[in-house]
């Protein structure tokens, strides 16, 4: 059985850093994109940040240079550290995978970010 399971939510305040974890198991086939999306209160689900296996990386212009997205492909892990969070940052946070490269496949369950101001 697929499963995407997060770790490393919480709350902190403004300024402060959390780092998301991202575990994959009962994959038997490569992944070509892991990638984290976020969903506010009463918003969209949008993307975060996502990373092929060849580490080529993608942020939203929101984060960019402020999160930083790594993986271990060995793992099919993918973590998100997240530094200077601000209140706005506040959402869930879901881990994707996408194997082929396109849609995402498959979802984690969310791991809740909360930034106090």
């Known amino acids: 059985q697929v499963q995407l399971v997060e770790s490393g939510g919480g709350l902190v305040q403004a300024g402060g850093s959390l780092r998301l974890s991202c575990l994959g198991s009962?994959?038997?086939?490569?992944?070509?994109?892991m990638g984290w999306y976020r969903q506010a209160p009463g918003k969209q689900r949008e993307l975060v940040a996502d990373?092929?296996?060849?580490?080529?990386?993608n942020y939203a212009v929101s984060v960019k240079g402020r999160f930083t997205i790594s993986r271990d492909n060995s793992r099919n892990t993918v973590r998100l550290q997240m530094n200077s969070l601000k209140p706005e940052d506040t959402a869930v946070y879901y881990c994707?995978?996408?194997?082929?490269?396109?849609?995402?496949?498959?979802w984690g369950q969310g791991t809740r970010v909360t930034v106090s101001s």
């Open positions: 994707g995978a996408a194997p082929g490269g396109g849609a995402i496949n498959y």
């Open positions: 990373i092929n296996r060849g580490g080529s990386t």
């Open positions: 009962g994959f038997t086939f490569s992944i070509n994109v």
